[in-house]
């Protein structure tokens, strides 16, 4: 059987893996995101090292954005306008094309965490769903009709503008492109920016939470009413807060009011906003199965 | 070469068509959306009255929503949940097949006429992208990797909850669902509520436009984000005030603010947002190539 190699590449940390499913994964090594000068020959050294397992048939990269995934784009595989130091407009699946000479799928983190958790997770069996992350970033990814959406680039869900009504919430939002998106309202940054503390040492029945959840429904709303998915996976580091997922299921249906009558936004939400079945390997995961579908296009 | 009949139900008018295409729509009948005891008996009577064009290999109905358009379903072919008198929970496909012998396709309105506008109009080429009406009430339709976008049931873009500052705008919305959802602050009966007068009553210059544009910019920003279309195209009366296009044109990358550096949303914008080429005819049009589907399903 054909091995892949996995690379995630997040925020704050890279995970290279060589397997073929989750219960099949033989390397894996973990090393924090500077820049691509380190974190590119990292990755090629990992896997070049690991040569004793067998050849890796081709690789799949899950990166953060914006990206360029469009194949058919002379900047196919970069990493784009990235705020983060050294990465924008970085050729990141050309430069490991090059160096392993194997095919390289790429897409974004969220898209390809969405396709680890429709092969082996959360989402086995839909067509059409939504995989978000709510941590330090609020990022989107979605399949549509059986494929991964990217239409005219990919989505960025996490910068929704939601309502925001100041009255209530005075906090103007930190996002350094919006200020109160839906991510400069309640991603990490801003639950940290709003009590002074991480979200990581905050009491269940801290109000932010409440905050958080708030936010959260009304761009689930959003997002129900835009893609009409069968299902929300949230995942990331704020919703490792578990209590969040009563709350939000509680709240999403009320701003919809009945409009979409589908037990899914009722009696069985419980299935229908749900944690992703792979935890926080979906990312790694996905990129394992980008890399199959990048060793057998159609 | 096979016909194929189309029906186009809208929350006003009915219209029912003959034909393969623009250019061959051999007959055509327009009648007001009464009820559906009334409405499919006269849809049945036009069909059957022009059997000397030869017989019709299928029909297409585009329909107001919400309706069950998953052919899977044991409801397939049905309008739900509408307010609109008599329609609630009517097998509208099935009575139409059940009369004409063919297959029939079924959508909603706006998912029709964005395959319209795919086919034979501004959508030509794409495979991602979005049909917005704006008019009494306003809905979106979207095709996403090629094909019409479904999900858990349809897309209900008119209803999304948009930032809404009440302290600069005090019009509480008039959605009876929402309050103050997109449709509740911008659609046809929010502009005559704002005003006191019919929209197309209005001067050009009358402040609501710029009220209507903000909401409606909005709203484009946040499908952008969630869906990432290739294109948007605006129908409905509402967006026969061509002036609009202009003034969404300039707001809809403002809320933006470069994140999604593309084209699209800068110097190419008028070819990213634009009105539908076949005009006022893209549902029923639509509903012609949704029965040459239901004529010959892969």
Same mark, same amino acid.
């Given at each position: ?56 048939? @081709? ?28 990465? @924008?407009?970085?050729?990141? /699946? ?68 939601? %309502? ?5 919430? %005075? ?81 999403? %249906? ?12 009722? /009696? ?20 394992? /199965? ?6 057998? %296009?159609?």
């Amino acid at each position: 059987m054909a091995l892949y190699g996995g690379i995630e590449a997040g925020g704050t940390k890279i995970v290279c893996a060589i397997g073929t499913d989750p219960d099949h994964i033989y390397a894996e090594v973990r090393f924090p995101t500077t820049g691509p000068d380190e974190v590119i020959p990292r990755a090629v050294a990992f896997f070049r090292e690991q040569a004793d397992l067998g050849p890796i048939a @081709a690789v799949g990269i899950a990166a953060f954005g914006p990206i360029d995934p469009d194949p058919n784009s002379p900047t196919f595989g970069y990493v784009t306008t990235t705020p983060k130091p050294g990465w @924008a407009h970085t050729d990141f /699946a050309g430069a490991i094309r090059r160096a392993l000479r194997v095919p390289v799928g790429f897409d974004t983190d969220v898209n390809t965490a969405a396709l680890g958790e429709h092969r082996w997770g959360a989402a086995q069996g839909l067509n059409t769903f939504i995989y978000l992350t709510v941590g330090t970033g609020i990022g989107g990814g979605a399949m549509v009709n059986g494929k991964l959406l990217h239409g005219l680039m990919h989505p960025e869900m996490g910068h929704l503008r939601v %309502p925001h009504n100041l009255a209530t919430d %005075p906090f103007p939002g930190c996002c350094s492109y919006h200020g109160d998106c839906l991510e400069g309202l309640c991603g990490g940054p801003a639950v940290e920016a709003r009590t002074g503390k991480r979200g990581e040492t905050l009491a269940e029945d801290d109000l932010v939470w409440d905050i958080v959840a708030h936010y959260l429904s009304l761009a689930l709303a959003d997002y129900i009413l835009v893609l009409s998915p069968q299902r929300i996976i949230m995942g990331g580091g704020v919703m490792t807060q578990a209590h969040l997922f009563d709350k939000i299921r509680k709240m999403t %249906p009320l701003h919809l009011n009945n409009y979409i009558d589908m037990p899914q936004l009722a /009696a069985a939400i419980d299935r229908f906003i749900v944690p992703p079945r792979l935890g926080n390997r979906a990312g790694v995961l996905g990129a394992i /199965a980008l890399a199959e579908i990048a060793a057998n %296009p159609h």
